[in-house]
């Protein structure tokens, strides 16, 4: 008898939890399950902050945090949640990108800033991003993986010992960029077009951020977040229904226009694309000034400068090579610690190191299935470099002497060898006369491309500009090396 009460609570409880935890949202105007209080909803947002802030970083422009944070403000003082602390910063990434956190923490990359070419596009974006907390799709989406775990909330109950997956960081997992559906997606659109509309900005901006979406789309704006199409819908579907939206707006709108002139001005030598400094591609090698070391990419792999690693691929994704700083005092403290792992094992000997590194084979089991690779460990400049390449089981004969040649090219370089290192940034030209944006990039060239000075100013690349327009370029940076 008791375990059949037991039963029928264990069954009952979902649906009790249902009727408990649905109730209409403000900003929506739909019922909404939520399973956390608005005091837990801020102190996610605020854990999270701090993970941001140590995996990506934030940009050092005080006068342009000061700025987006001012803007974000107003903004988020006409939603629904006024009352949230609200934060907004500038994320040091490249990437043309933005995410927000539950209880108010919005970001925006620098990638996005730079490309952004008026104060209402940057308005459109931190709305939309505004649109999700206010909708609490972050806290509904975790609510439901609260109810597919009921068990476990239970056993929280019954079990105390459980007590310590009940962390609300873990119940939170992959929260930065949790993939919402395609409703909130078009939800949170319509809430931040109502925002950048009651702050007197016109609704058409929002039209200029999808296109230029549209067009990072087909491009490859390299940076350390998952680009913005990757946890949001295509963006000409986007522009669609955000058009078909104005005709439902109250005349009008507008009165504080694109203020594309003072935003043209914060932009004046904030930096584009990854710090040079912090490592950077050239003809098919990867420096690093400020640690002082160069390496040979893998021929025909594609390589990608993140905050705390150098990752290379080949096209057929079945292999990776890794370099990274490593644990320990000494080389072979570091490699005694990798090789004593759980699930790996040493297989051997590898030839294929550099001079004075310590390493084998090893083999391993991962959720995606068994991998084979090798592991050398080296000491440069008082530091310990781990360098990890690794392929399926059945691609590693293939992949491993390119894997070995690479790693053997690790090498100690000075600043001398590297040469002069400094950032790329933005350069802001009024144009004197009307011209084409291939006419621009010839009488005021770029140290990068046509292509990306034209996504730069979102515009096409035989875009013409009239006589008084500014159009954004790029000076600075490293001759001769790959922005990602």
């Not at 990437?95 to 620098?110: D, E, K």
């Not at 909708?135 to 476990?152: C, D, F, N, P, V």
Request: hydrophobic share 40%; charged share 20%; with cysteine.
């Amino acid at each position: 008898m008791r375990t059949l009460r037991a039963a029928a609570v264990w069954t009952a409880l979902p649906a009790l939890l249902l009727v408990i935890a649905c109730s209409t949202n403000p900003a929506t105007g739909h019922r909404q399950l939520n399973l956390y209080s608005q005091e837990q909803e801020i102190a996610l947002g605020r854990q999270y902050d701090q993970q941001v802030e140590q995996e990506i970083g934030l940009y050092r422009d005080p006068q342009l945090q000061s700025y987006v944070a001012k803007l974000g403000r107003e903004l988020a003082a006409r939603s629904e949640r006024p009352d949230l602390p609200w934060h907004f910063a500038v994320a040091d990434d490249a990437s043309v990108n933005a995410f927000a956190l539950p209880g108010g923490y919005v970001y925006v990359t620098r990638g996005l800033v730079d490309h952004m070419g008026s104060e209402a596009e940057l308005a459109g974006v931190m709305g939309h991003e505004i649109g999700h907390v206010t909708a609490r799709h972050q806290m509904e989406q975790l609510s439901k993986q609260q109810l597919t775990q009921i068990g476990l909330t239970l056993g929280m109950v019954l079990a105390p010992q459980a007590a310590r997956y009940g962390d609300l960081v873990n119940l939170a997992g992959g929260l930065m960029f949790l993939k919402f559906s395609r409703d909130d997606e078009r939800m949170a659109d319509q809430l931040g077009l109502r925002y950048i509309s009651r702050s007197g900005y016109p609704p058409q901006a929002m039209s200029s951020v999808f296109t230029l979406l549209s067009r990072v789309s087909h491009s490859e704006q390299g940076g350390r977040l998952p680009d913005w199409l990757a946890t949001h819908p295509n963006p000409e579907d986007r522009l669609r229904l955000i058009q078909a939206s104005y005709s439902k707006l109250p005349p009008g709108l507008g009165a504080a226009g694109f203020r594309r002139e003072p935003y043209l001005q914060r932009l004046e030598g904030v930096a584009y694309g990854p710090d040079p400094r912090e490592g950077f591609f050239r003809r098919g090698v990867f420096y690093h000034p400020q640690l002082g070391f160069a390496m040979e990419s893998p021929p025909g792999w594609k390589g990608t400068n993140q905050k705390r690693a150098v990752v290379w691929q080949p096209r057929s994704q079945d292999a990776v090579l890794v370099l990274t700083l490593a644990p320990g005092g000494s080389a072979r403290v570091a490699a005694q610690q990798f090789f004593s792992q759980q699930g790996v094992d040493l297989v051997g000997q590898w030839p294929l190191q550099p001079n004075g590194a310590v390493g084998g084979q090893f083999q391993a089991n991962t959720q995606q299935g068994p991998v084979t690779g090798a592991a050398s460990f080296i000491e440069n400049g008082g530091r310990v470099f781990q360098l990890l390449g690794f392929a399926t089981s059945s691609s590693w004969r293939n992949q491993a002497e390119t894997i070995g040649r690479a790693m053997q090219s690790f090498q100690r370089v000075s600043a001398r060898e590297i040469g002069p290192v400094e950032p790329w940034k933005i350069d802001v030209v009024t144009l004197p006369q009307a011209m084409t944006l291939r006419d621009f990039d010839r009488r005021y060239p770029s140290t990068v491309p046509l292509e990306k000075v034209a996504l730069l100013n979102n515009a096409e690349v035989d875009a013409r500009f009239p006589a008084g327009e500014r159009v954004k370029r790029v000076v600075g940076g490293v001759p001769g090396a790959t922005i990602e």
